[in-house]
């Protein structure tokens, strides 16, 4: 159960006495259960449009929805999408784009990159209320989280040090085994044949994004493994609206 607490302690803002006491050894274990705190978080929203749809239009509540996850995930995967803008956007070489997101201050792409993305959440959101797809919200928790899980097994670490160490290129091939089981027979109850379409196109821009990130900062950082989730998140209702 350790593990399991490590997972929710390091993917949300719900305090977690094991999260804090966690060895990188715990930390590496714990990416099997990611698949898991992801699809609780979408049983989280899918909670909130049960209990507010009868008082709130979808618009409103999107906006909610959209709220309650930064908050509950502490917009760390939302502070990482805006620094992975912001490097790329200033060029040079690995160096320079390394220094940049390591920036604690925000510039103008970054501002951009949220934008874009909270826009097509906020959009998306409402769609799938207005349709009544709300499983969506369970596949798209279940699969962003996966995605960070193979990104942290097949690739490597772009810094000498830094939070996301344990997890990039350290993390045992079982637990990923163990992830990827959760995580196909959990897109296949939850939506058949579409779920698992989704997690195929998802493998395939995991490792498109990887190959372009070691082309141009050497490997994966903490903020390129929010970005991705927060990629995903949007690419998974896009797939959801499409079909």
């Given at each position: 159960?350790r593990s ?14 094991h999260?804090?006491i966690?060895?990188e050894r715990?930390?590496?274990r ?8 992801g ?5 989280f929203l899918?909670g ?6 009868p ?10 929805l959209?709220?309650?996850?930064a908050?509950?995930t502490?917009?760390l ?6 620094d992975?803008?912001d ?6 070489g ?7 997101m ?15 993305v909270?826009?097509l ?10 349709r009544?797809w709300l499983?969506?919200f ?7 989280r996966?995605a960070m ?23 045992h ?7 990827t089981?959760?995580?196909l027979?959990g897109?296949?109850l ?5 779920g ?8 395939l821009?995991?490792w498109?994004f ?7 900062i ?5 903020d ?9 998140e949007?690419?998974?209702l ?6």
């Amino acid at each position: 159960m350790r593990s399991f607490f490590t997972a929710i302690g390091t993917l949300t803002i719900v305090p977690c006495h094991h999260s804090m006491i966690a060895t990188e050894r715990d930390l590496g274990r714990s990416v099997l259960f990611f698949p898991v705190v992801g699809l609780a978080i979408g049983a989280f929203l899918l909670g909130m449009v049960r209990l507010l749809e009868p008082v709130l239009a979808p618009a409103p509540l999107a906006a909610l929805l959209l709220l309650a996850l930064a908050l509950l995930t502490g917009g760390l995967h939302l502070d990482g999408l805006a620094d992975l803008c912001d490097g790329l956007a200033a060029g040079g070489g690995r160096e320079r784009i390394l220094s940049v997101m390591k920036d604690p201050h925000i510039g103008a792409f970054g501002v951009i990159g949220l934008g874009v993305v909270l826009i097509l959440k906020y959009a998306l959101f409402g769609e799938m209320i207005r349709r009544g797809w709300l499983s969506a919200f369970l596949l798209m928790g279940l699969l962003s989280r996966w995605a960070m899980v193979l990104a942290s097994f097949i690739g490597r670490y772009a810094r000498e040090s830094g939070t996301a160490q344990p997890f990039i290129g350290q993390i045992h091939w079982l637990p990923c085994a163990g992830a990827t089981v959760i995580t196909l027979a959990g897109t296949f109850l939850i939506s058949k044949g579409i779920g698992l379409i989704a997690a195929s196109l998802v493998f395939l821009s995991v490792w498109l994004f990887n190959r372009f990130l070691e082309s141009r900062i050497g490997g994966w950082t903490g903020d390129t493994l929010g970005a991705l989730s927060e990629m995903v998140e949007v690419g998974v209702l896009l797939f959801i609206s499409a079909v």
